[in-house]
C-alpha cells in the first residue's frame, strides 16, 4: 500500500478533493513514521480545499507566528 | 537533491493549509482593529515560553548517547538562539498595553490550553526523545509577516504600527530568518532518526497551531458577545486612540 492509500484510508484525503502531483510525490516521500504522525494529528491534506481563499504567497506575507 | 530543509518544507506544505486558512481568517477579521489584542494575548504565550524551553533544550543535549553527532553543536545552537530571542514577549506586553490593557492584566491571565499543549509536546521530545525535535518547532513557528503585509494590514484596519511592534520587530529583524535556518539545517551531519523526529514535531506543531489560532477566533467571539464567557479584555471597550508609541 502506498502512502497516499495509507492516507486515504484514513480519511486524511478525500477522494472528491484530490492531491496534486507535487504532493502526491511529497506524500509518498514520508517515512512511516511520518505517516504515522500524519494519521495521528488528523491532517487533513491537500491545499485544494483549504487554501481555496488563501492566494498564493500569502502563507508567506502573513507568516506564522514568530517566537 | 533532496535536503533537510526542503523535506521539512515540502511536509509541512502539506499539512498547513487549514493553518493557513485560520491565520488568513485572523489577518483579514472584519474586526481585525479589536481581535488584534486576543491575537497578541495567544502570542505572548507561545512567545515567552520560548527562550525558557531552548535553554531547556540545550541542557536536554547533555542527556544524550554519547556520539551523537550533533548534540553539542545543537546545545551551542539553543543558547545562542535563546539568547536572541530573550525578552521578545516584552513587545507583546507593550503591544497589549497600547490597546489599554495594563501588563499586569496580561500576565494575570491564564493562557490558552492550546498554547499549553504546543509548547508541551515539545518538552515530552525533549525529555524522552532527542532534543533535535525542537528544530521542527522553530521551523513552523519562525516566519514573520513581512513589513510589507503589516503596513497593509495597518492601513486596512487603522492599527498603529506602533502596536504591532512585535510583529514589526520581527519583520525587520528576521526578514531572511527563514532562509538562515533552512541554511543551517542543511549543513547538519542528521541521521535519518533526526530527520524523521524534525518533521514529526513540525507536524504536531502544525496541528496545535491550528487549535491556538482557532482558540483566537473562538475566544474573540465570546468576548464580542456579551452573553459569552468573560475573559479580561471584554472590558472596557479596548481603544485604539491608548497607542502612542513610535518605532
Known amino acids: 500500500m502506498t502512502n497516499v492509500e495509507r492516507l486515504q484510508q484514513a480519511g486524511l484525503v478525500q477522494t472528491h478533493i484530490p492531491l496534486t502531483d507535487d504532493e502526491i510525490k511529497s506524500v509518498n516521500a514520508l517515512s512511516s513514521a511520518e505517516i504515522d504522525a500524519l494519521i495521528s494529528v488528523r491532517a487533513k491534506l491537500g491545499d485544494a480545499f483549504f487554501q481555496r481563499k488563501v492566494k498564493d504567497g500569502d502563507s508567506h506575507r502573513m507568516g506564522t507566528v514568530m517566537v | 537533491m533532496m535536503t533537510h530543509s526542503r523535506r521539512v518544507r515540502e511536509t509541512v506544505s502539506l499539512v498547513r493549509g487549514r493553518l493557513d486558512s485560520l491565520i488568513r481568517d485572523v489577518w483579514f477579521h472584519p474586526r481585525l482593529s479589536e481581535l488584534y489584542p486576543e491575537f497578541l494575548f495567544a502570542i505572548y504565550g507561545v ?76 518538552y515530552y521530545w525533549m525529555f524522552h526523545v532527542h532534543p533535535i525535535a525542537f528544530l ?69 506543531t502544525v496541528a496545535h497551531l491550528e487549535h491556538v489560532f482557532s482558540d483566537i477566533l473562538e475566544h474573540f467571539d465570546r468576548i464580542s458577545n456579551p452573553a459569552g464567557a468573560a475573559t479580561i479584555f471584554t472590558a472596557p471597550r479596548i481603544a485604539l486612540a491608548s497607542a502612542s508609541r513610535e518605532l
Not at chain 2, 527562550?51 to 553539542?72: F, K, W
Not at chain 2, 521542527?136 to 484596519?157: D, K, N, W
Not at chain 2, 533526526?194 to 504536531?204: D, P, R
Open chain 2, 47 to 122: 512567545t515567552a515560553s520560548s527562550s525558557p524551553a531552548m535553554r531547556v533544550a540545550a541542557e536536554r543535549c547533555a542527556g544524550v548517547p554519547a556520539g551523537d553527532p550533533i548534540a553539542a553543536w545543537l546545545s551551542t545552537y539553543y543558547l545562542e538562539h535563546a539568547e536572541e530571542e530573550s525578552g521578545h514577549e516584552q513587545w507583546l506586553l507593550d503591544d497589549l498595553a497600547s490597546f489599554g490593557i495594563p501588563r499586569n492584566l496580561a500576565l494575570q491571565r491564564l493562557p490558552y490550553a492550546s498554547v499549553a499543549a504546543l509548547v508541551g509536546v515539545q
Open chain 2, 136 to 204: 521542527g518547532y522553530i521551523a513552523v513557528l519562525e516566519e514573520p509577516a513581512s513589513m510589507e503585509f503589516l503596513e497593509t494590514v495597518s492601513r486596512r484596519t487603522g492599527i498603529p504600527l506602533a502596536s504591532m511592534s512585535a510583529h514589526v520587530m520581527h519583520a525587520k529583524l528576521d526578514p531572511d530568518h527563514v532562509a538562515e535556518f533552512d541554511a543551517t539545517l542543511d549543513a547538519l551531519p542528521l541521521t535519518q532518526q533526526h530527520q524523521e523526529l524534525i518533521s514529526v514535531s513540525a507536524i504536531a
